[in-house]
Structures are given as structure tokens and as C-alpha cells.
């Protein structure tokens, strides 16, 4: 099969790789129907972050082609979500809801198995990580908000989730990459009065409004604490979502944050040290982390199927395989939010 | 009127300091039967941390001199509990709950207004800030315990809140001092199902078997987290509490708790520093800080009332105010686990 395959830092290519097949009993292979760039593939792409070279890539959905011996739940034909991880859905993590710290359980592309850039992946433990969706014949713009709950919005409603983000919340968000966006529409998902966004970006602003941020404000750093303070009559917000990772980014969420609020924080950090004193002296908590993507998706897809949410909207950005490469520089580059994968599947395989 | 005097590093003094008188409409006077020393007030005893010279002592009881003409629900010769930081009561974050982040508040003895180690305090927004005792003719064993709840006991208790201690709860708590013990009595009275102290002094094992801690391990550091790990199938704790603010046993509580919980923390930190790797990467929340005393004591004082809780039994060491500096020296030597001071009231006072 084909596949996109990391050389090194700048370097995607679309090369052979073996074709799944079911290597144990609870594997499945399922063709990719659409996938897409994470964020957080751009650690590797700039040389941030080692990663194996090879196959890439952990968001996908597809269809399922074929299933092991002892896979339950998936049928060949099924049409399924991906979570960016996969899980036994049995150990005591997953039944605690953290399916994202499964001990049998592995990224999509991690080097070790197969990644979602490619027209087909071997799925391990597949019949408690799949998400088979109902209904057949699904609108363009429906798959692509089941593209979109394989990792960016699971990311974002746990950014909301962790902060404790309810009914009435004033909620600011930090970022406004995908999963900033994201955790916007789950806020608005889960009742919040208000919702800062902050971002400069008019296409962003622009995605941010549409899934429900009332205020949007340009403003960074002690700017940014400044303006969101005076918003809030000097009190903070109710939930400030970080949703970047950096020093700086964590300093603002901790900044607009009111004291006794916990902020929920879902960017992929690269040696940022939070100083206890803020955690302690302005008892603000943090709380968060690499999204349990398959706990949620269930709730989600719910919501994405009765058209409440539609998280596939931060896609501004599609190739196919062959341009793989366009969709890693369309985000690196800043010209795409998200950019979206389109496998050349037969229609048939729907 | 005379008072414990802090006069430098290792330098307390009893000495003379004007008689608190009223100065707002909404101040009492209150004249002090029990103070005790505060971990943190090793901080400046030690010269780790800045402190004003002058009147020192954040923790004690006494029974109402005087009231302003504002005040509410306080009288003349009400025994009161003074939660370590006065506050409004009215502003958002008191309404809040979050009482120790009063915008009008402060903290007993900290350099601005009296502190608590002396023979009476001034104290400002007395009527939302004081707790009266119901009741009169309390035995010495309840009395020690209306102290406890002045900071240690909510200290603790905010730990175990914090960090989601419920029924049936398996909780560690880092730290052997008053606050780790109150802790381990809060993670009991919330229901904790096993409860392990780390500790290997004698007698502070001895306050945590009493107060319910279900295992006493003595290791520290990495064989700690391992012998903790191995307790619980690998799986960690579902609340870590720590209670000591080092960056080691910041270290040790974040390695014993499971994915997904949410680390207790209330020890006072200097200088420390948490990577955020720790909670992205093993979904590891923190939350807790200075606690807030005013708005926990109504229903810990309900429980002491009743019998079923005992937290004054923190205080091993107990001296008059002349002997103040002895309280300090007990404490920063480790003889005591809290050091009491007894005033000299007459009795007619209760």
C-alpha cells in the first residue's frame, strides 16, 4: 500500500509500505478513508521532537476491511472512528475513563505500528478502540467532523472538561490552532455564558465565532491578562483553556484564571516548568492532558450526528496522498488550521 | 499588652505591643486562650523567607472583647475561631468559597495587622471572619481542637478536597507534619478506603494510625513511589496529597498517583518548580493552595463537636507565651509535631 513516510525533519513522502494484515486475533485492518496533520506532527516535521522514520500520522476514519478471530463490536464494512490512540478498554485506567494511559495501549504511527497517513492500517485491540458509526451515506461534511473527533475535538473538550467548564462559565482560550477552536465549541457544548477567544488571525477569529466564542480579542501576553481581567471586573475567568504549550501561553492561562479555578491545559509542552507558587498562592489547579479520546468520542458523535456540533469545520485545508507534503507546509507555514487527507477510496467502500 | 515578637532568624522575643483597640466599625477585639506555630512560620524562623519584625502568628481562639459598631452575628464573650486569614465574605471569590482570596483580606501577623501568638488581636471584618463556638464549658481536648481548625486541620482537609478524596478512596499522603497528618484524618473522614502515610518517625506514625491511616511506609523518594506502586497493583493512588512543598516530595506524590487524579497540594513551595510533562504526558492534575479556612470551618467544627473527629491531637508540645520561643525551637528541631501556646486567661474569660 501507499503511505506517507517521515525521512527526517521537513522530509514527507508518499512510499510503499507492507499492506496490513491481521497480525493477531484482536487486530483489524481498516482502509483509510480520511485523515489528517495534528499540531503536534509538527514537533517532528520541524526537528523539535525526535520520531522514527516511516509511516505517520494518527487521525484517521475508515472502513473496516477485515477483523481477527476475537475482535467483538466491529464488523467488516463498518464505518469507524479512530481514536489517535488505541486501548483494551479492560485495564484500570480505561475503566477509570483515561483510555489515553491504557498499559496495553500505543499511538497510531508511533513508530511501531501502522500510522493513519495511509490507505490502510492494522488497528490493534480493535474492538475496544474503534468507534463504529451508524447510518450509511454520510455527507462530505459529516465525515469530516468524524475526522475530527479521532483527536483535535476529543483534545478540545478535554481542555473544557478538565477546567470544569458548565452551564454559565466564563471560559478564555488560549490558542487558536484546531484544538483552541475545538475547545471553544465544547465550552460553548457545555453551556458557557462567555467565551474569550484569543487570536489575531481573521480566518481563526472567524471559526472561533462560528462555534461559539462571544469575544475575541487580539491581544497577547500581560496584554492579554490585562484586557481579560478588565473583562471580568478584575476577577479572572471561570476556566481558562490552554491550548498551546508553551511558557508564554501558560503564563496567560494562569494569569486570566480566577484564584480556585483550574485551568485546563491540552498543549503539548517542551520543557515548560510551571512555578508551584501560582498553584499555591493563587490557588490555581491544572489539569488535563493527552485526551481519552475513545471515552469521549461516543458522547460527541452523538452530538455530531443529531448536526449540534460540527467540529469538522477547523478543516480549511484538503490533498490527497500524493500532496501529503502540502498539507505538513500549509500548517507549518501557518495558511491552514487543519489540513484534511482524502484517500482515493473506491465510493463502493462507504 | 504582651506578645511573641519576631525580631530575626531564630530571634523570638515576648514583648510589649499596644492593646488592640477598635479601629473600624467592623473590627473586634478578641482576646487569645489558645496560638500555636505554623510550619510556615519556620520559614522566617529559619530565615528561608522575609518576614517583618514585630507581631507574628497566624493560628489561635479566644473569646470576643469587643465588637464594632458593624459587626453581625459575633457578641461579647463568644468563643471564636479565627481562620488564619480575615475576609469579607462578600467579594467574588469568598462567595466563591475561596475565602483565603478575599480581595479586602490578609493574613494574621503579617507584618500589616496583629498576629495571633499574643495576648489579644485586632481583627478586621471581624464579623465574616470569625467562627463562633457554640456551646460553653468545652474540655481542654475539644479546645485544642477548635485551635486545629484555625489553619491545620483545613489545611489538610483542603488537600484531601482538592483532590477528589470520596468514599472508598485509596489516598498516600506525602508529608508527616501536622498538616500530612490532618490530612490523612481528612482523606478518613471523607471516606478514604485505605489511607497510607509516609512517615518513619514513631510518633507521628503513631497521630497517623490514629487518625486512620491504614499503612505506614517508611521509604522515601524512588523507593517510595516504588513500594507505593507495587501496594496498588501498579496502578498508583486515586489522590495524592502533598503536604510538604520540597521539590522531592512534589516528586514522590505526582510518581504514586494514577493517571487522570489530581495531586492535592498545599505544602508551601520555594522555588519549585513542576514540569508540565508530568501532567500532560501521565494526565496528572494539581490542585489545592493556601486554604480557605473561613468558608471550611463551619462543617469541620460540626464533626469535632460531635466527637468524630479529634484534630487537636496534632499538638505534642504545649508552653505559655513567656516560653513562645521554646514553641519555635521544638518545631524547627522536629521534637514537636505543633507546638501550643496557652495563654494566661482566667478562666471566668470562657
Redo the contacts between chains.
Sequence with gaps: MRAAIFKGPHAIEVGERPDPAIAAPTDAVVRVLLACVCGSDLWYYRGETPHAQGSIGHEFIGVVEEVGADVRGIAVGDLVIAPFKYCDGTC??CR???S??C?AGGAFGDGKIDGGQGEAVRVPLAGSTLVPVPGTKHSDEMMRSFLALSDVMCTGHHAAV?AGVRSGSVVAVVGDGAVGLCAVLAARRLGAARIVALSRNPARQEVARLFGATDILAERGDAAVEAILELT???GVDAALECV?TGQS?ATAMGIA???S?VG?????H???????T????????????A?ARTYIPELLDDVLDGRINPGRVFDFETDLDHVADAYKAMDERRAIKALIRMETKEADR
Tied chains: 1, 2.
Design positions: 484500570p485506567h477509570a475513563g483515561v489515553s494511559q498499559v478538565s471586573d478584575g476577577v504549550g501558560l480566577r484564584p480556585g483550574v491545559v491540552v498543549g503539548v509542552p520543557a515548560v516548568e510551571n512555578p508551584m507558587e498553584v499555591i498562592f493563587r490557588n490555581l489547579g491544572l489539569r488535563g492532558g493527552v481519552p
